[in-house]
């Protein structure tokens, strides 16, 4: 099983060039970074984490794309992903630009992990009608690959979302990311995986037992093969047990969670979670 880690990356942490260099030189699979584009002071919508404060680094994260250009220029054979990118909170057609070129240079590196958010002021400050997100998620995966298609296509969805067909390059390396659903079990966002997505990335790993059966009922009914569903649990607080558990429920790769610290932190935290590759 691949070991890969996130961390929220801030302009007060470790860098992206430090920490890309150190995870490949000690046999890490990959490196995810979360994205928040702001944190509006004055919200209503809770930190998703039962009774805990909103931490600081929410509202200091690095642009991932921007982190990982810089991860990429510096490593030849880390895996590099977003954990989640806030797609409704983007130009489809600029995003579609940004992943390709991440992916093109990179050498086909690249996973996209694609969420649809917790806090209803950030969202709303980026014009996004919060009953809706999903549905206007799907889409603009939808308009991206038909921008990553090999001929010039057109896409045209119900929620204002459209492109002509278009000369795009450069195209990502596979003719599309790897890309990976995250958020919390159910059938909608199983549904959701199941028509577009190659796989699950549940946030803490939690509950997998009960849920991963379920997930492949809604793929199989889908007609997706089933060897080809991808799970990878996300921002692990790994212990033997829990990824010896991982394994045996078909997951090839885990995401453990680094703390958002500076570098003699996240070093002495990394030289501990190594004893798992």
């Not at 099983?1 to 430090?18: G, H, K, N, Q």
């Not at 204002?160 to 890309?179: D, E, H, L, N, Q």
């Not at 199989?220 to 047990?241: H, M």
């Amino acid at each position: 099983m691949r070991i890969s880690t996130t961390i929220f990356l801030t302009d007060e942490t470790i860098t992206p060039v430090r920490l890309a260099r150190e995870l490949e030189g000690r046999g890490f699979a990959g490196l995810y970074l979360p994205e928040h584009t702001h944190i509006p002071v004055e919200r209503t919508t809770s930190y998703p984490a039962a009774g805990a404060e909103l931490p600081p680094e929410y509202g200091r994260t690095l642009d991932p794309f921007v982190a990982l250009g810089q991860a990429a220029a510096v490593t030849e054979r880390l895996g590099l992903g977003t954990g989640i990118t806030l797609i409704t909170q983007h130009d489809p057609i600029d995003l579609a630009k940004q992943i390709a070129t991440l992916d093109h240079l990179s050498g086909g590196r690249f996973t996209l992990g694609v969420g649809f958010g917790w806090n209803k002021e950030e969202a709303a400050d980026h014009g996004v009608e919060w009953a809706t997100r999903r549905e206007l998620g799907r889409e603009r995966m939808a308009l991206m690959r038909a921008l990553w298609a090999p001929e010039p296509t057109a896409y045209e969805g119900e929620f204002g979302v459209s492109v002509r067909a278009s000369y795009a390059w450069p195209k990502p390396a596979g003719g599309a990311p790897r890309t990976l659903l995250g958020g919390a079990a159910g059938p909608k966002l199983f549904a959701q995986i199941a028509a577009y997505a190659d796989g699950w990335m549940p946030i803490g790993g939690r509950g997998l037992t009960q849920t991963v059966p379920v997930l492949r009922e809604a793929w199989e009914r889908a007609d997706r093969d089933p060897k080809t569903l991808q799970i990878v649990p996300y921002a692990v607080l790994p212990n033997p047990g829990k990824l010896a558990h991982y394994e045996e429920l078909g997951c090839e790769e885990v995401v453990l969670q680094l703390p958002p610290g500076g570098e003699a932190e996240v070093l002495g935290v990394l030289d501990d979670f190594a004893r798992y590759l």
